[in-house]
């Protein structure tokens, strides 16, 4: 079964609402092999777009010496190795991260604008409540409204990804319905199954992997989110728009067999 | 040839340079622990820096070799033995076959490197053969050694000529090949270790960044792989802060809550959520993978200028040594590589 299905969208990074009259970056060095391009300090889906726009720019036609590309929320690291970046005729002086750098700013000053990203829908399926959600009912009671609620809110939310992090494959999707708006549990959960969908601080999150973690478990998701031996070895990637829908237990097992 | 694992030793696993071109996926980078120590042990017996080498953490494995090969171990000294005699470290060592690498007791450091000739045989994963525990892939099996594996490595085809008649007329069971001298590593105590202001150096209160600098602090027995979690004077915001996480790089020295530093290492996830004092400089990470609980440290804040130029003159000794070495096996230096660049992959999800 294939979950993933593209629709095009590559809307001028200019044409979206709200976006500010011209662009801001600043590339600071974050060690010595390391360049931190930050867009603002702000969870908002204009940055992030910024952000994903930044990522591909310098992906395609990887500057010399990167060996990773990094974007999260609000900013883009740079991964690099400065003895490929030794010699430069126009700088002699300047040392590699200060050679990046200039590199760095020229190319995302030059192209920025015309880096879109593509976006794909990709449906996740979610089994809601039960021992896979069991903080769905206090979820419920917390936001003042009824589980079947919490659920229409939750699929109905168009969620965007921001970032995959703190472990492989794993997604923080922004775009949650301000109305199911909670903060992390106050204590973390040791063990929280592969696959447990969870929401917090306006975001959905899946956990990729058995890990431990503090946020509020809503549901189950039987597809798997990471392969190490895939390629690439994420089902996702930033900018994926998700579009959740509710599945029953048979359906969550069935769709958990065919994987296997 | 086969290698026969007949004990694992505490935590040994088959690591490389990293695993980069995957961390915006989440995938945490890996690789050894003390670069440096990695990087000479396979410069020592001609291979690339990236090849793969064991990592032996504090108590060492015992290994069987079945046929000739040239091995060398750097790093920690774990008191390396072949058939019962003590083998010198930081240099070439012929093996004969059916012989028996040992460790023995601990003298100094707490990670040890077994590169061996030709390298080791796995699977890469995602560009690399480093083994990441925390989700289990990469290296052999995705997991350390254990009793009663076997597994290939570069054996007695990859060595000269001169090599292999030298060890027909030893009655020894190993020969150190004469070689360049190479200085171990020695760690003080308290130990000196180097960093460049993090990105909310400044946001720190002005007491806590004095006390970073100036004030010891020890590593904890909650240390590993992944971080270092290191205790002294605790460390406080001048205010609260919001913050949002971010990409985080070996030697991120973050500090949670409590005030007590974590420093990222080698198994570091790709980004992180707490307030970066400072980096740890990429020339002083393999003396912190030498030290475990209750090690000392204390910190000396450089400028990116100075990091920079230690990383560039490191660099360029390596690049001597990599000379020197080929000579040692008549290898053609300029088929060697000391870098582990590779393209950077565009690839989407899905």
């Known amino acids: 079964m294939n979950y993933t299905d593209f629709y095009s969208s590559r809307s001028d990074l200019d044409a979206e609402k709200n976006a500010p009259n011209h662009m801001r970056w600043r590339i600071l060095p974050m060690s010595e092999t390391c360049l931190l391009i930050e867009f603002g300090q702000v969870i908002d889906p204009y940055v992030n777009k910024l952000v994903r726009s930044a990522a591909e720019c310098l992906m395609h036609d990887p500057l010399p010496g990167v060996v990773d590309v990094v974007p999260a929320f609000s900013s883009v690291a740079i991964h690099y190795k400065p003895e490929c970046l030794k010699h430069d005729l126009l700088m002699p002086l300047a040392m590699p991260f200060e050679r990046l750098t200039a590199e760095v700013e020229a190319r995302l000053s030059k192209n920025l604008i015309q880096w879109s990203c593509p976006e794909r829908l990709v449906k996740i399926p979610i089994c809601y409540g039960g021992e896979f959600g069991p903080d769905l009912e206090e979820v419920a009671s917390r936001c003042n409204m009824s589980v079947e609620e919490v659920v229409r809110l939750h699929t109905s939310s168009p969620a965007i990804i921001y970032m995959l992090g703190f472990a492989p494959g794993l997604p923080y999707a922004g775009g949650l319905d301000s109305r199911l708006s909670l903060p992390r549990r106050s204590t973390p959960r040791q063990l929280v199954a592969e696959g447990t969908v969870a929401i917090a601080n306006n975001q959905t999150a899946i956990y990729s992997m058995t890990s431990p973690g503090g946020w509020n478990l809503i549901g189950r998701t039987p597809i798997n989110l990471f392969d190490a031996r895939s390629e690439p070895p994420s089902l996702l990637c930033p900018g994926d728009r998700l579009s959740f829908y509710q599945i029953t237990e048979d359906e969550y097992d069935s769709i958990l067999e065919q994987r296997q | ?350």
């Open chain 2, 1 to 350: 040839m086969t290698m026969h694992v007949v004990s694992p030793g505490a935590l040994t696993t088959l690591q490389d340079l990293g695993r980069y071109g995957f961390q915006r996926f989440g995938v945490s980078a890996s690789g050894v622990m003390d670069e440096w120590s990695h990087r000479v042990a396979n410069i020592i017996v001609g291979n690339d820096d990236n090849e793969a080498t064991l990592e032996v953490t504090l108590a060492g494995p015992t290994l069987l070799f079945d046929l000739p090969c040239l091995i060398s171990i750097c790093g920690a000294n774990l008191s390396p033995s072949i058939d019962g005699v003590l083998i010198p470290m930081w240099v070439p060592i012929l093996v004969t076959a059916g012989s028996r690498l040992q460790f023995g007791r601990r003298i100094d450091g707490a990670r040890a490197y077994i590169a061996v000739r030709g390298g080791y045989q796995a699977t890469m994963v995602m560009n690399s053969k480093s083994t990441y525990l925390r989700c289990g892939f990469g290296g052999f099996e995705g997991r350390m050694l254990r009793a009663g594996d076997s597994f290939t490595a570069g054996g007695g085809e990859c060595l000269k000529d001169g090599f292999l008649s030298d060890l027909e007329n030893c009655d020894q069971p190993f020969l150190a090949v004469p070689s360049p001298e190479i200085a171990p590593l020695t760690i003080a105590s308290p130990q000196v270790i180097r960093v460049v202001p993090g990105q909310q150096w400044e946001k720190f209160a002005e007491q806590s960044r004095s006390n970073f600098v100036s004030k010891e602090f020890r590593v904890t027995p909650q240390s590993d792989r992944m971080g270092y979690r290191i205790q002294g004077e605790a460390l406080s915001l001048e205010a609260p802060l919001e913050m949002i996480s971010e990409a985080v790089t070996f030697g991120t020295v973050q500090v949670p809550p409590d005030g007590n530093p974590i420093i990222l290492m080698a198994d570091r996830p790709t980004t992180g959520g707490y307030p970066k004092i400072a980096t740890v400089v990429r020339v002083d990470l393999p003396l912190l993978a030498q030290i475990f609980a209750p090690g000392a440290l204390m910190f000396a804040l450089i400028t990116i200028q100075e990091a920079q130029s230690l990383y560039l003159a490191r660099e360029d000794e390596l690049s001597r040594l990599r000379h020197d070495f080929a000579r040692v096996h008549g290898d053609d230096v300029s088929s060697l590589t000391g870098d582990n660049y590779r393209e950077l992959q565009l690839t989407h999800g899905g």
